[in-house]
């Protein structure tokens, strides 16, 4: 599986840009780092080699193509994130056959993630955080995507996203996600456990002791 970062900060995408596979912005993320949309983007793009998904802000389909292409010019890896609409549905139809790279987002369903997939997504991102927080099963969800893709043999991948813990994390591997995209503290978590530490501290305190 896939592990992309959900972030637009620079710093956090430099200290894990040669280890991650992408990563996911969206307006909230990109508002918290200010500056110019375009500059940041470039210079996020410019860390690394996989895909960076940036979301338009039009609500009309042809406001999103057009931001969408202005877009898609920063960078060769540059993902366009549509929002789940009828209109959004028509951009990524457009956008596809244009060979541009779509990321359908604000998905919480299966059938929101089988018209992305019929109008020709390349990732598709269900929420399985807000979801959950809603006391629904994001990661049911998550599974009945899968399902419906794989009866039909839809290529569009699927990025589980609002993952709130590392939990999502593991059932997202569980259930044969193509990737998870997750915030920086919970991509820290995943290298963590505290008996590697332990482990490797006495490993380094017997060697001090025999051959010190
Ligand atoms: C995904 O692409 C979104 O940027 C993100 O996962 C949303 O997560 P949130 O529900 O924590 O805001």
Redesign the pocket.
């Known amino acids: 599986m896939r592990i992309f970062l959900?972030t637009a900060s620079v710093q956090e995408i430099r200290e894990l840009a040669d280890l991650i596979d992408g990563v996911?912005t969206?307006p909230?993320?990109v508002a918290k780092e200010g500056g110019s949309f375009q500059e940041l983007l470039g210079e996020i793009c410019a860390l690394l080699p996989g895909p960076v998904?940036a979301e338009v802000l039009s609500l009309e389909t042809e406001g999103m193509v057009r931001e969408a292409r202005e877009l898609a010019r920063v960078a060769d890896n540059i993902v366009i994130k549509i929002p789940m609409t009828i209109a959004g549905m028509r951009a990524v139809k457009q956008l596809s056959a244009e060979g541009i790279d779509t990321n359908v987002?604000l998905v919480f369903s299966s059938t929101q993630a089988l018209w992305a997939a019929k109008c020709g997504a390349t990732y598709v991102?269900p929420?399985v955080?807000?979801i959950d927080d809603r006391a629904g099963n994001g990661m049911e969800v998550v599974d009945d995507i899968l399902e419906v893709y794989g009866n039909y043999g839809y290529t569009t991948e699927v990025i589980v996203?609002?993952?709130r813990h590392v939990r999502h994390v593991v059932e997202s591997a569980l259930l044969g996600a193509d990737i998870a995209?997750v915030p920086y503290k919970v991509a820290r978590q995943l290298f963590d456990h505290p008996l590697t530490d332990e482990g490797i501290e006495r490993f380094l305190k017997d060697w001090e002791k025999a051959r010190g």
Do not use: C, M, Q
């Open positions: 959900d996911t969206n909230s993320l998904s987002t991102s929420f955080g807000r996203a609002s993952v995209t």
